[in-house]
C-alpha cells in the first residue's frame, strides 16, 4: 500500500523530529560520551582487537546503539497508535454521520 505524498511528508517530518530528540537525549548523551571515551582509549593500544578496551568501547557502542534503536521503535509504536485510533475515531464518526442520514 502507498502512502500519499502528504503522508509521507508527515512522516518523515516526525521521524526527523523524534530523531533530533533523541539525539539531545541527556541519558543518551551520557552513553554517547562514555561510548567516545572509550573508543579514545581503544587506540592507545596496538593490537586493538585484542584488549580491553576494545571490548569496553564494543559494549558501550552496543548500549548506546540499543538505547537509540529503543527510543526510535517505542516512539514510532506510540505515534502509530496515536494515529490508529486517530483514524479509527474519523471512521467512526463518519459511520455515524451516515447512519443519522
Known amino acids: 500500500m ?10 518523515q517530518e516526525r521521524l526527523d523530529e523524534v530523531t533530533v530528540q533523541i539525539e539531545h537525549d541527556p541519558e543518551l548523551s551520557r552513553v554517547r560520551g562514555e561510548t567516545d571515551e572509550a573508543f ?27 538505547i537509540e534503536n529503543e527510543r526510535l521503535y ?13 483514524l479509527l475515531g474519523q471512521s467512526m464518526l463518519a459511520e455515524r454521520g451516515h447512519e443519522s442520514d
Do not use: N
Open 40 to 66: 579514545d582509549a581503544l587506540f592507545a593500544g596496538k593490537d586493538v582487537e585484542q584488549t580491553s578496551e576494545y571490548a569496553e568501547w564494543e559494549d558501550r557502542y552496543i548500549v548506546s546503539k540499543g
Open 2 to 11: 502507498d502512502f500519499p505524498p502528504w503522508m509521507q511528508r508527515a512522516i
Open 74 to 86: 517505542m516512539q514510532g509504536l506510540r505515534d502509530g497508535i496515536q494515529l490508529t485510533a486517530s
